[in-house]
């Protein structure tokens, strides 16, 4: 059974850091995309940073300069790097994994950040 497993969330204050992990596990499968996604309250799930097994990555706007996704492909792990945090990142941040042909969603990580 394939699992996502987050760590890394919790409260800062604005301009400070946080780095969340996540792990594949359960699976002898190639991952190929990893990467986060982050809704917040009453809002849709959007896109944070994507990575490709090959280190290839894509952000959204409004992270860039600020955020760094990287991969851990022996261990089949991402990282988000985020510095500067703004109030407004604050949402639940959720692992995304393409491995094999299917998509899979960790359970999700509360980050906030106070103003």
């Known amino acids: 059974q394939v699992q996502l497993v987050e760590s890394g969330g919790g409260l800062v204050q604005a301009g400070g850091s946080l780095r969340l992990s996540c792990a594949a596990s359960?699976?002898?499968?190639?991952?190929?995309?990893m990467g986060w996604y982050r809704q917040a309250p009453e809002k849709q799930r959007d896109l944070v940073a994507t990575?490709?097994?090959?280190?290839?990555?894509n952000y959204a706007n409004s992270v860039k300069g600020r955020f760094t996704i990287s991969r851990d492909n022996a261990k089949d792990t991402v990282y988000l790097q985020m510095n500067s945090l703004k109030p407004e990142d604050t949402a639940v941040y959720y692992c995304?994994?393409?491995?094999?042909?299917?998509?899979?969603w960790g359970q999700g990580t509360q980050v906030t950040v106070s103003s």
């Open positions: 359960g699976t002898r499968l190639n991952t190929y995309v």
């Open positions: 995304y994994a393409v491995i094999g042909i299917r998509d899979y």
């Open positions: 990575i490709t097994r090959g280190g290839a990555t």
